[in-house]
T-cell receptor, first 112, second 116 residues
Framework: DAKTTQPNSMESNEEEPVHLPCNHS???????IHWYRQLPSQGPEYVIH???SNVNNRMASLAIAEDRKSSTLILHRATLRDAAVYYC?????????????FGPGTSLSVIP | GAVVSQHPSRVICKSGTSVKIECRSL??????MFWYRQFPKQSLMLMAT?????????EQGVEKDKFLINHASLTLSTLTVTSAHPEDSSFYIC????????????FGQGTRLTVV
């Protein structure tokens, strides 16, 4: 699986937008960009994924650079419940057989 | 609602005993499930791929005789930690994927194993 790089930690004030960056300079044309998050003492949960175009859902938005070498997860209004570790993952089922391989992720703290 | 159910959520066992953890796919049939282990303040580490009706595929460095995986049906995979030791204490998480890189993975709520 292609490697991703994320900051170890970030802080945000409550009710402000949060932009979580992810670099994936070795991404291949068939890799999908997935984001998951893990709240304390829970299993990870899916946030969003995309291939080339920006994506929006009820949880977040995903902005993908034109060259696809980076992406940004956007939480529009951070709440205390958004404090979690966020993982940016590339998935190419041709080589990974549906595996999801986790990197260290970004630990997001939300300040009241 | 939950797509994956994992049981138990918490277990304490004595050193030398075995512990079984169940993972159920509630929403769809899963020919493949995945097992992860997570130590405190670390990321998830993939242990093995559970294949329905055949042997599990273990990641490098994971002892297959220590972590027995059985995927007897399309909705149930079990992980048995045999002859548990305190160093096996960890957070174990299972996952299912519908299939394909354009689909999301679903995770169980995790099992906190403490070996005393």
């Amino acid at each position: 699986d292609a490697k991703t790089t994320q900051p170890n930690s970030m802080e945000s004030n409550e009710e402000e937008p949060v932009h979580l960056p992810c670099n994936h300079s070795t991404i291949s044309g068939t890799d999908y960009i997935h984001w998951y998050r893990q709240l304390p003492s829970q299993g990870p949960e899916y946030v969003i994924h995309g291939l080339t175009s920006n994506v929006n859902n009820r949880m977040a938005s995903l902005a993908i650079a034109e060259d696809r070498k980076s992406s940004t997860l956007i939480l529009h209004r951070a709440t205390l419940r958004d404090a979690a570790v966020y993982y940016c993952i590339l998935r190419d089922v041709k080589t990974s057989y549906d595996k999801v391989i986790f990197g260290p992720g970004t630990s997001l703290s939300v300040i009241p | 609602g939950a797509v994956v159910s994992q049981h138990p959520s918490r277990v304490i066992c004595k050193s030398g005993t075995s512990v079984k953890i169940e993972c159920r796919s509630l929403d769809f049939q899963a020919t493949t499930m995945f097992w992860y282990r997570q130590f405190p303040k670390q990321s998830l580490m993939l242990m093995a791929t559970s294949n329905e009706g055949s042997k599990a595929t273990y990641e490098q460095g994971v002892e297959k005789d220590k972590f027995l995986i059985n995927h007897a049906s399309l909705t149930l995979s079990t992980l048995t930690v045999t002859s548990a030791h305190p160093e096996d204490s960890s957070f174990y998480i299972c996952s299912v994927v519908r299939g394909g890189r354009n689909t999301e993975a679903f995770f169980g709520q995790g099992t906190r194993l403490t070996v005393v």
